[in-house]
């Protein structure tokens, strides 16, 4: 498993939730790393991403609310959410974004948020 994620759970409007996903350091060295969410019959959207150098991208309907981090020594990255909202309600998925560099496009597995009004 090249990505793995963890977090995400149930919480009522307001609440906070963590989103966590790990790498090996080889791959988040030269990758675009990133949060996607989706719900049913939707297509997958960018909740948040990093680019190489650095550069913080955020989705205008999460922007103020999450908070995306990392720690290139280790290949981690998180999530943080904040003041969730029913509409936040998606698959939380990690992204590692290898193809300008000829690889693939890797997703970890879906974590599931749920957030009730």
């Known amino acids: 498993v090249q990505l793995q994620a963890s977090g995400g759970g149930s919480v009522q409007a307001g609440g906070s939730l963590t989103l966590e996903c790990t790498t090996s350091r080889n791959i988040f060295s030269i990758a675009i790393m990133g949060w996607y969410r989706q719900v049913p019959g939707a297509q997958r959207e960018l909740v948040a991403s990093?680019?190489?150098?650095?550069?913080?991208t955020y989705a205008d309907s999460v922007k103020g609310r999450f908070f995306i981090s990392r720690d290139k020594t280790t290949g981690w990255l998180s999530l943080q959410m904040t003041d969730l909202r029913p509409e936040d309600t998606a698959v939380y998925y990690c992204?590692?974004?290898?193809?300008?560099?000829?690889?693939?496009?890797?997703w970890g597995q879906g974590t599931q948020v749920t957030v009730s009004s």
């Open positions: 992204n590692a974004d290898l193809r300008r560099h000829g690889g693939s496009n890797l």
């Open positions: 990093y680019s190489r150098r650095g550069a913080t």
